[in-house]
């Protein structure tokens, strides 16, 4: 079966940083765009990061752009998003997502609270 299992959040101080991971199984990790979103409670999921599937090219929101890093070993079938100077604003339910052709496939996310 396809699963995406996200890992890596928790409780952070503004200014900090977390690394997130997305562990990939029951697809061809390597021939898939990979995404990261996040959604707040009351808002709607918003993209934050793409990395193709050579990892060769990547994407940002602008609200994050210069803070975070997305990448991947395809060798270990994960997704990576490297966040840095955290704030408040960045806490939400962080989410993976596959992307190739006509399959998606969603983890069900991981929980990145800012907060002193």
């Known amino acids: 079966q396809v699963r995406l299992v996200e890992s890596g959040g928790g409780l952070v101080q503004p200014g900090g940083s977390l690394r997130l991971s997305c562990a990939a199984s029951g697809f061809t990790f390597s021939t898939y765009t990979m995404s990261w979103y996040r959604q707040a409670p009351g808002k709607e999921r918003e993209l934050v990061a793409t990395?193709?599937?050579?990892?060769?090219?990547?994407t940002y929101a602008d609200c994050m752009k210069g803070r975070i890093t997305i990448s991947r070993d395809n060798a270990k079938n994960t997704l990576y998003l490297q966040m840095n100077s955290l704030k408040v604003e960045d806490t939400a339910v962080y989410y993976c997502k596959a992307v190739r052709v006509w399959s998606i496939y969603w983890g069900q996310g991981t929980h990145v609270t800012v907060s002193s």
């Open positions: 990395v193709t599937s050579n990892g060769a090219i990547t």
